[in-house]
């Protein structure tokens, strides 16, 4: 294990919430997730440059906002680490980030379209989300937030909304629980395919702001429950 200085059960769980993003179709080989550290300020956690479908206790690290280590390890990050470190640096209520590559969301991004919620478990869309675009930021590049200064673009565009769609490569979820970012990260995906699949069939009534907000506060009281169903699927780590 790294010399983290974190609590080993929070260690547990962001092992967990990188084998359930992958096994619920929101991270492949890329992608990742982080979550603040419990005692150290400034400071979270996140795997090293690993598959989050193989990420296992051993991976994790710790990192400030500048994205350098914090704990001694021979190991590799992330080249996009900058995405979290820079999300913690400007939204003090969020407690832990993903970020995908995740496929129904990239055409909203692409076109520049609003994910709203379709349905009662995306209720959390329903005080928006934003969109990036790098090329507005730094002209032509890889398309990675592989800088602090990318970074700090891409946490100005996500502002105070939970999804930030990065055009031409995915989107970025935060939470206030490391629960709460994995349970938004895979309904923000689900509602992206059925977003597009009612636009075909005619308008689209989307629930309005009463109803998203008394839904979304509904499911924060009901995510341990997926939580646990998830837990189960991915099996010990
Ligand atoms: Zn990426």
């Not at 710790?62 to 992330?78: A, F, K, M």
Request: net charge negative; with cysteine; glycine share 8%.
């Amino acid at each position: 294990m790294h010399n983290t200085g974190a609590n080993p059960e929070l260690i547990d769980r962001l092992v967990l919430a990188n084998r359930i993003l992958y096994d619920q179709g929101v991270v492949d080989g890329l992608g990742h997730v982080s979550v603040r550290h419990d005692s150290q300020p400034g400071v979270f956690l996140l795997s090293c440059n690993r598959a989050p479908g193989m990420v296992v206790r051993d991976d994790i690290l710790s990192y400030d906002y500048d994205g350098n280590t914090v704990c001694e390890t021979s190991e590799r990050s992330y080249l996009e680490r900058f995405i979290h470190a820079e999300i913690y640096r400007a939204r003090p209520d969020v407690m832990s980030v993903v970020h995908s590559h995740s496929p129904s969301v990239i055409p909203f991004a692409a076109t520049r379209t609003a994910l709203r919620p379709i349905y009662h478990m995306a209720g959390f869309l329903g005080c928006g989300c934003s969109h990036f675009d790098i090329r507005l930021a730094a002209g032509n590049t890889d398309m990675l937030i592989s800088s602090s200064q990318l970074g700090k673009s891409l946490a100005e565009s996500l502002g105070n909304s939970a999804v930030v769609l990065m055009r031409g490569h995915g989107s970025t979820t935060v939470g206030t629980s490391l629960e709460q970012a994995v349970f938004r990260a895979i309904y923000a995906e689900t509602n992206a395919k059925l977003q597009a699949q009612a636009k075909n069939l005619g308008e689209v009534e989307y629930l309005n702001d009463e109803e998203a907000k008394l839904a979304s506060d509904t499911n924060d009281g009901q995510i341990l429950r997926s939580w646990n169903f998830w837990k189960m699927r991915v099996g010990p780590i």
